[in-house]
């Protein structure tokens, strides 16, 4: 019986291995990179975090999330999310 399923498993293999000898590209790094600033809009307190997956553990939600925040300003949980430092 013919095994449908060997040439994905060979792919994704493949793909892994490429990714592990050429590395991350940088614009996963410069995405990475940002300084991540959560702004409390009722005092105007905010943090600041080297990185959206530093964000991410620490607030405990994706990094995902974080970067779609971050991009569109968006307000969360009474916290607004943005890459720009606040004033």
């Not at 974080?66 to 569109?72: A, E, F, G, Q, W």
Request: charge should be positive; charged fraction near 25%; glycine fraction near 6%.
């Amino acid at each position: 019986m013919l095994n449908i399923f060997k040439p994905i498993e060979f792919e994704i293999r493949k793909i892994s291995e490429t990714k592990k000898k050429n590395g991350v590209s940088q614009k996963t790094l410069d995405a990475q990179a940002k300084t991540v600033y959560i702004i409390n809009i009722e005092n105007g307190e905010y943090k600041s975090y080297h990185s959206t997956g530093q964000a991410s553990i620490n607030e405990g939600i994706s990094g995902a999330t974080v970067s779609r925040c971050c991009n569109t300003n968006k307000i969360k949980n009474g916290f607004k999310w943005t890459y720009v430092k606040p004033d």
